[in-house]
């Protein structure tokens, strides 16, 4: 059965303390990694799609990457504006469906 | 703004009514799936519908069901409703054999009384 896993649940960081969101998986052919950013109340808004091991995206503060078996969302000098929570998912070779992980709650204080 | 919109924003049911909530998929999408998200956990798939019929289930029982129309716009009706049912119902919309990024709308919030 697919899994994704998060850590840490909930993260606080002072605004420019740089910090990484990690997302750990198993899956049974990975057809994609997916990250999302949910403000509360909200659909998830999508950031980064990954394919393979090695590959890395980014987009402006926000850096994620992807091993075999986790991936890493880094942000760099966060502002109070990035505090939403990040939800990682897997879509699998052999479902329809993408498989989540509970998500990090950051919150950024300025 | 992803182009996937969905109706109503907020509900208000009791125990054992139905409920149908409707949702637009982004232009040119042809597939459509629907998401639950209790508070404070991530999404769990419900089903996917592609060209109008169903074509992946989650861990859900049947009176949760769907449909897609052919201008690729999706109901998805709950039965009997619970208590438990009481979440953030999301929907999402792709192109089954291009992109795999799925795009997801703002959500109706359902509260079962």
């Known amino acids: 059965e697919d899994q994704v896993t998060q850590s840490p649940e909930a993260l606080r960081l002072q605004e420019g303390e740089s910090s990484s969101l990690n997302c750990s998986y198993t899956?049974?052919?990975?057809?994609?990694l997916f990250w999302y950013r949910q403000d509360p109340g909200k659909g998830p808004e999508f950031l980064f799609t990954?394919?393979?091991a090695g590959e890395e995206k980014e987009k402006e503060r926000l850096k994620a990457t992807l091993t075999k078996k986790e991936s890493f969302l880094h942000i760099t000098a966060p502002k109070p504006e990035d505090s939403a929570t990040y939800l990682c998912?897997?879509?699998?070779?052999?479902?329809?469906?993408?498989?989540f992980g509970p998500g990090t709650r950051l919150s950024v204080l300025p | 703004e992803t182009g996937v919109t969905q109706s109503p924003t907020h509900l208000i049911k009791t125990r054992g009514q139905q409920v149908t909530l409707r949702c637009s998929s982004q232009?040119?999408?042809?597939?459509v799936s629907w998401y639950q998200q209790a508070l404070g956990q991530g999404p769990q798939f419900i089903f996917q519908?592609?060209?109008?019929?169903?074509?992946g289930r989650g861990n859900f029982p049947p009176r949760f069901s769907g449909l897609q129309f052919p201008n690729y716009s999706s109901e998805l009706n709950v039965n009997a409703l619970e208590l438990d049912d009481s979440a953030l119902y999301l929907c999402?919309?792709?192109?089954?054999?291009?992109?795999?990024?799925?795009?997801f709308g703002p959500g109706t919030r359902l509260l079962v009384l």
């Open positions: 999402a919309s792709r192109i089954t054999g291009e992109e795999e990024t799925q795009y």
């Open positions: 899956v049974s052919g990975l057809r994609g």
């Open positions: 990954l394919y393979s």
């Open positions: 998912a897997v879509g699998n070779n052999y479902g329809q469906n993408f498989v």
């Open positions: 232009s040119g999408h042809n597939t």
């Open positions: 519908y592609y060209r109008e019929e169903e074509n």
